[in-house]
C-alpha cells in the first residue's frame, strides 16, 4: 500500500501562487508516474498534471500548460505542484494520485493510489 497527504492549499487572490506538495509513504518503489488532480463544486474530477518516475515525462491538462509546473523528488518521496497566474477558476480540491502501474508513456486516469485532497481557493 501506498500513503498519499498532500499541503500546501489555501486562499489566494487572483495572479497569485501557491505550491502543493504530496508526500508518499509506504511501498514507494511500487510508484510509477505521479498526478495531480482537482474537482471543483459539480463537477467531476479532471486531471491536471503528471510527472514519470524518471522525471523525463511531464504532461499537463491544457488548462494548467503554462501556469503550473509539476517536480517530483524521488529522494523525499515527494511530488509538488507549482501554480502560478491562478484564476478563480482553479478553485477545486487539488488531489495527488500515484500509479503503481508502469506506462511507457504515463496516463492520465486509472491511479491505484489517491490522498485526502487540499482545498485551493482563488478569490477574484
Known amino acids: 500500500q501506498v500513503q498519499l497527504v498532500e499541503s500546501g492549499g489555501g486562499l489566494v487572490q487572483a495572479g497569485g501562487s501557491l505550491r502543493l506538495s504530496c508526500a508518499a509513504s509506504g511501498r514507494t518503489d511500487s510508484v510509477y508516474a505521479m498526478g495531480w488532480f482537482r474537482q471543483a463544486p459539480g463537477k467531476e474530477r479532471e486531471f491536471v498534471a503528471l510527472i514519470s518516475r524518471s522525471l523525463s515525462n511531464t504532461r499537463y491538462a491544457d488548462s494548467a500548460e503554462g501556469r503550473f509546473t509539476i517536480s517530483r523528488d524521488n529522494a523525499k518521496n515527494t511530488v509538488y505542484l507549482q501554480m502560478n497566474s491562478l484564476k478563480p477558476e482553479d478553485t477545486a480540491v487539488y488531489y495527488c494520485?500515484?500509479?503503481?502501474?508502469?506506462?511507457?508513456?504515463?496516463?492520465?486516469?486509472?491511479?491505484?493510489?489517491w490522498g485526502q485532497g487540499t482545498q485551493v481557493t482563488v478569490s477574484s
Open positions: 494520485a500515484a500509479d503503481s502501474v508502469f506506462w511507457p508513456v504515463p496516463r492520465t486516469q486509472g491511479y491505484d493510489y
